[in-house]
């Protein structure tokens, strides 16, 4: 059996329930919370969660994962003194890694094009490919690509995992639950009128920890 790297007994609270599950090295983890006003904060609980950074009870990190954070640039940046792939890269990466040169197998974009000019997808390859090398246990999630970005994407995760890493995928559709080792779906507890106010952003979720 692979090497056990995160260990979850399930979470529960007032409003749903998260079941039990096991990330093991050459795992991908796909977390389905359905979309609605409470993604991004169950995304943000979780994620802090598998990072490390905030404990809970029914969960043992025996590796931490490191988040793929989308790339950011201001508006008077991105208008005067654009980051190129190259900045970017030099900037976040290690450029000893071979997922740096892999990069530009996989999109079709070089060095020498700007970041603004890049779809949402090709962003998030790329700030995958920084956290891939510096480290091959990540969480990442694929917020603002459409179904042939993302599921390139997940392929390319897979990849990088295959042999020494591990992921979980926070995402708020079911599209991958055939394309991954493990789907876990959230189990709402809430009845149906409060839940509507959850999704809509009316009320907000107990939380984990």
């Known amino acids: 059996m692979k090497e056990l790297i995160i260990e979850s007994k399930g ?4 409003h749903y329930f998260i ?4 990330l093991r090295k050459g795992e991908l983890v796909t977390i389905f ?8 904060d169950m995304k943000a609980q979780l994620t802090a969660i598998f990072t490390g950074k905030a404990h809970h009870e029914n969960i043992k990190i025996f590796k931490p994962l490191t988040f793929a954070e989308s790339f950011k640039e201001s508006k008077f940046r991105r208008i005067f ?14 450029p000893k890694d ?16 700007k970041m603004k000019d890049l779809d949402t997808s090709q962003k998030k390859r790329l700030s995958l490919c920084l956290v891939f090398s510096k480290t091959k246990n990540i969480v990442f ?5 459409g179904p042939v970005g993302a599921n390139k ?7 990088e995992i295959k042999n020494d890493g591990a992921a979980i995928l926070i995402d708020w559709a079911d599209d991958m639950k055939d394309n991954c080792s493990k789907f876990i779906a959230i189990e709402w507890l809430a009845d149906f009128e409060e839940l509507k106010k959850i999704v809509n952003g009316s009320i907000s979720l107990s939380k984990m920890c």
């Open 19 to 22: 079941p039990p599950f096991e």
């Open 141 to 145: 999630d694929l917020r603002g690509e």
């Open 33 to 40: 919370l359905q979309g609605g006003a409470h993604f991004d």
């Open 153 to 159: 994407t997940v392929e390319f995760v897979k990849d």
């Open 98 to 113: 071979i997922v740096i040169s892999k990069i530009f197998e996989i999109d079709t974009f070089s060095k020498k094009d």
């Open 11 to 14: 979470i529960k609270t007032n």
């Open 81 to 94: 003194n654009p980051t190129s792939v190259f900045v970017y890269l030099k900037r976040n990466a290690n």
